[in-house]
């Protein structure tokens, strides 16, 4: 899935659109992210089945794979480069980055929700009704006592 910009950028001209909308984008995030991590687990479990076939491959037939003994670190190195277990590994990676990215939107649409709150506030409190321009801190005023005759 690919994140659109769009749902993550606030229309404050619209914000009770942008708060019906909330829910669903934290819930096709949260879904998205909940299938890209499946989809890694997945490639883990089959990375697994892949080591363990190679492996009882390289033990069965070891001569076959340049090795005088069956050690288990000449066999380890083996399995470890064999094709179908790096293509496993390639796939995990790829799904982990997937993961990471979603995982990235879906704290995104959390932090835009808490924009959009206060967005909410700051018209609530009036914050824009003069322009949308910040009020200047007002200088205080000197309030100390200057004596006059002296003392």
Known sequence: MQADPDDFTIDEYNLEKEVSRQSS????????????????DRA?????????????????????Y??????????????????????????IG???????????????INAKKDAING?????????YSDGGKPKEPTKKKNKSVIRRGGK
């Open 94 to 108: 790829k799904a982990a980055e997937q993961c990471d990215i979603l995982y990235a939107a879906v704290n995104a």
């Open 119 to 127: 967005q909410i506030r700051l018209y609530s409190m009036a914050y």
């Open 44 to 64: 883990k479990i089959h990375l697994d089945i892949a080591r363990t076939e190679v492996a009882a491959m390289v033990r069965k037939d070891y001569d076959e």
């Open 25 to 40: 984008l934290t819930y096709k995030y949260g879904e998205a992210y909940a299938m890209a991590k499946a989809k890694r």
């Open 66 to 91: 340049g090795l005088d003994t069956p050690l288990e670190s000449a066999i380890n190195r083996i399995v470890e480069g064999h094709k179908d277990v790096v293509l496993w590994k390639r796939r």
